[in-house]
């Protein structure tokens, strides 16, 4: 199998670059892609049925990728309008547990951040997150609710949180 992904490296290295490029007009985002693709040429080679159709398939995957690429951009793009922390109240236990709620909502994975984000700041509702994200419904009930289920466990994970034995959370305690 590694013959196999040498030969197509031989033979289509140059020319998935130029393809690359001409997408995304920046070498080093050109030479990440163009990686992301080997390497997952060599993890799905052996899903290829017919064998006549490799260069089709390559550049489905080359495709994929470079759409792969806009997409995180529209979603860091739209994540960065976000201005998380509502310091009206000057109350400092208020500004603490904002800042710390700010803190777990940006270390959830893009797409749960992205999800939570966008329901609960800007007000989306789950078929306005399923139309923008192009997902079926049920994936964006599944996929806010896998989100606040993990922002909830980052959340109650901090020694300063107290909570019940169900683990619901009581009060918190500014460090």
Avoid at 15 to 30: G, H, P
Avoid at 33 to 38: A, G, K, T, Y
Avoid at 143 to 160: A, Y
Wanted: proline content about 2%.
């Amino acid at each position: 199998m590694n013959k196999q992904i040498e030969l197509i490296w031989t033979d289509l290295h140059q020319e998935l670059k130029k393809f690359i490029f001409s997408k995304v007009k920046n070498m080093d985002i050109c030479e990440d892609i163009l990686q992301d693709v080997f390497l997952k040429i060599q993890l799905n080679i052996n899903t290829l049925s017919d064998c006549s159709k490799l260069t089709s398939w390559v550049y489905q995957i080359t495709r994929n990728a470079v759409a792969d690429y806009y997409r995180k951009i529209k979603l860091d793009t739209r994540i960065d309008k976000f201005d998380l922390a509502e310091q009206e109240n000057e109350e400092p236990l208020y500004v603490s547990l904002s800042n710390c709620i700010n803190q777990k909502i940006n270390n959830l994975s893009p797409k749960y951040k992205q999800s939570i984000l966008l329901t609960y700041f800007d007000n989306y509702s789950q078929i306005s997150l399923a139309k923008e994200l192009n997902i079926s419904y049920s994936g964006a009930k599944t996929r806010v609710q896998r989100g606040r289920d993990k922002l909830k466990e980052l959340i109650v994970d901090c020694p300063n949180v107290e909570k019940d034995n169900k683990g619901n959370l009581i009060s918190f305690e500014n460090s």
